[in-house]
């Protein structure tokens, strides 16, 4: 159980912090100035950063973190309740965490219903010419 909850701390703080350091790349916003455009503490925000909490953050200010930064609430929740270890599953190379934030985003705003057809399908289109995108690696 301990290690499930390491686990979930670790991956909850690096969404954290991809999500601040994006705010602050994009926005100029500071960790401060996210806290306050979202209302969630300061404290808060430095602890979900360390995953140096005792109590599973509390869904209103995790959603309210989200809406603020524009994220997706899933993928929120996803970093927060990580799969169980299953020792008898075949080794998956390990992705990039900022890739992973990003692919999440992507699949949520797919099946957002807000999303318009016209904006669906350019995600699409993109995801299409990505996937038979070869690299020079590959050759």
């Known amino acids: ?9 670790d991956a909850f703080a690096r969404f954290v912090r ?6 602050s790349d994009e926005r100029g916003w500071s960790i401060t100035e996210v806290a306050a455009r979202s209302g969630v503490g300061r404290s808060t925000v430095f602890r979900w950063l360390s995953g140096d909490w005792q109590h599973h953050p509390e869904l209103p200010k ?12 899933g ?3 996803r970093a927060l309740t990580p799969l169980a270890y299953d020792s008898s599953a075949p080794a998956v190379p390990a ?5 992973e934030v990003l692919l999440m ?6 099946v ?5 057809a016209a ?3 350019h995600i699409l289109t993109v995801l299409r010419r990505l996937g038979r995108h070869r690299s020079s690696r590959a050759s």
């Open 119 to 121: 904006e669906r399908e």
């Open 95 to 99: 992705a990039d965490p900022a890739a």
């Open 112 to 116: 957002d219903p807000r999303t318009t």
């Open 105 to 110: 985003a992507v699949r949520d705003r797919l």
């Open 1 to 9: 159980m301990g290690d499930t909850r390491r686990a979930a701390q």
């Open 18 to 23: 991809d999500a601040v350091d994006a705010a």
């Open 62 to 73: 995790v959603r309210a973190f989200c809406a603020t930064l524009d994220l997706p609430l």
């Open 75 to 77: 993928a929120a929740l």
